[in-house]
């Protein structure tokens, strides 16, 4: 079993569309949680930052963490055609060890058509 | 902002070759990383830095090895390239200590070798 588990999609939604971005994980020692999104031929670029549990919100973007189902989810309110990419959670903590490495999904691949 | 910038976006290598992947971050973090992505595995992590001249293996080391001199300096090294090592190579860096954990890509390098 994967240490972190992210359905690779591919995702298709009408722009304006509510999206649901989702992860679970196995490792109960993970305390940080971070979303990323990746342009085509592009490096990732963080889009969300979040330390333990809670919700975090920035613009149209909504991120969940919920430690105790061990379970993370990134909302896109108001979809646009510019949301489209591939989403990658991203977590780490104690359990990788303290040296900063994190542990990767696999990556949801977005569309929203116009 | 942060800034993690990789040598080459594009290069063509042939089987055999000895090659160098640059990456620099302006930064001051203490841990770097390199990264290859390929369809349908995601990231998988190669090597990880610490600090300056320590090093440790990621999941996959095997051909390759990895230099680092200077603290905003991170070297790839493939010793003798080869078509499997055919990817997309991405740098990134973050701060050490447990205060922050995000970390910061470059903008990748698709290496193509023939």
């Known amino acids: 079993q994967k240490e972190v588990e992210q359905d690779p999609g591919p995702l298709s939604v009408p722009e304006g569309a509510i999206v649901s971005l989702n992860c679970t994980y196995s490792?109960?020692?993970?305390?940080?949680f971070m979303w990323y999104r990746q342009y085509s031929r592009k490096g990732p670029e963080l889009l969300m930052y979040?330390?333990?549990?809670g919700n975090k919100e920035d613009g149209r973007f909504t991120a969940q963490v919920d430690k105790s189902s061990k379970y993370i989810s990134l909302f896109i309110r108001d979809s646009q055609p510019s949301d489209s990419a591939t989403y990658l959670c991203a977590m780490g903590g104690r359990g990788s060890s303290n040296t900063g490495k994190l542990i990767f999904g696999q990556g949801t691949t977005l569309q929203v058509k116009p | 902002d942060v800034k993690v910038t990789q040598s080459s976006r594009y290069l063509v290598k042939r089987t055999g070759e000895k090659v160098f992947l640059e990456c620099v971050q302006d930064m001051d973090h203490e841990n770097m990383f390199w990264y290859r992505q390929d369809p349908g595995l995601g990231l998988r992590l190669i090597y990880f830095?610490?600090?300056?001249?320590?090093?440790e293996k990621g999941d996959i080391p095997e051909g390759y090895s990895v230099s680092r001199e200077k603290k905003e300096r991170f070297s790839l090294i493939l010793e003798s390239a080869s078509t499997n090592q055919t990817s997309m190579y991405l740098c990134a860096s973050s701060f050490g200590g447990t205060s922050r954990r995000e970390a910061f890509f470059g903008q990748g390098t698709r290496l193509t070798v023939v």
């Open positions: 490792n109960s020692a993970f305390q940080y």
């Open positions: 830095s610490y600090d300056v001249k320590m090093k």
């Open positions: 979040t330390y333990s549990s």
